[in-house]
């Protein structure tokens, strides 16, 4: 099963920040949380990863609370482009144990 | 870099029919693995690879057979297709030594009808 849960949609003004939140209570100390985003039924994109320090990067930005618990992934100033599903994962960064996504969150930005 | 190449993009099967899914990657990743993602749902893992001559099941293997000879290719065999088995299907790589950072590669898909 997924260790993360995520809402299953969610909506954004065009031009806003969108905020997907992602919950991962049972994270373990060496694991990662990454973002990945799926643009209709392309293959999906990944976007950032980070273990516990708040990172960013051109496409986005990524809060870790302080327990690791959960995290936020923020586009800035969403675009009609950034419609998309966005799914989020924990594992060990240098680890080949078997990657599952759960259903994930479809964004829909509104113009 | 052609990252993760998948053939053939579409295809459209009868059942009981067998075909073969390709996926090559050329950035020498070990793991290599398979998804299918039905309408209106995420991603199922199939099969999975962490090197040439290994492989173990995902959460949905029944009906699927993997092999993996070389580092760059990783195959997917339907033996005996059947309608449930249409859907798309991605392969995706990646590697935990540096400069990578262990984020996966996807390819575009391979879109299969069993009718």
């Known amino acids: 099963d997924a260790k993360t849960t995520q809402p299953p949609s969610m909506d954004c003004a065009e031009g806003r920040a969108a905020n997907l939140p992602c919950n991962h209570s049972?994270?373990?100390?060496?694991?990662?949380v990454y973002w990945y985003r799926q643009i209709h039924s392309q293959g999906p994109q990944y976007i950032i990863h980070g273990l516990k320090n708040n990172e960013t990067n051109e496409m986005a930005s990524l809060i870790i609370t302080e327990d690791r618990k959960s995290s936020t992934l923020i586009l800035p100033h969403a675009t009609l482009r950034d419609t998309a599903v966005y799914y989020c994962?924990?594992?060990?960064?240098?680890?080949?144990?078997?990657?599952?996504f759960g259903p994930g969150t479809s964004l829909s930005v509104i113009p | 870099n052609a990252g993760v190449t998948q053939t053939p993009k579409f295809q459209v099967l009868k059942t009981g029919q067998s075909m073969t899914l390709q996926c090559a990657q050329d950035?020498?990743?070990?793991?290599m693995s398979w998804y299918r993602q039905d309408p209106g749902m995420g991603l199922r893992l199939i099969h999975y690879?962490?090197?040439?001559?290994?492989?173990d099941q995902g959460e949905v293997p029944n009906g699927y057979n993997v092999s993996r000879s070389t580092t760059e290719d990783f195959p997917l065999r339907l033996l005996s297709a059947a309608p449930s088995q249409t859907s798309v299907y991605f392969c995706?790589?990646?590697?935990?030594?540096?400069?990578?950072?262990?984020?996966?590669?996807f390819g575009e898909g391979s879109r299969l009808t069993v009718l």
């Open positions: 950035m020498n990743h070990e793991y």
């Open positions: 994962i924990v594992r060990v960064q240098t680890s080949y144990d078997k990657v599952i």
């Open positions: 049972t994270i373990s100390g060496n694991e990662y």
């Open positions: 995706a790589s990646t590697s935990r030594d540096e400069p990578n950072t262990g984020e996966l590669f």
């Open positions: 690879s962490v090197g040439a001559g290994i492989t």
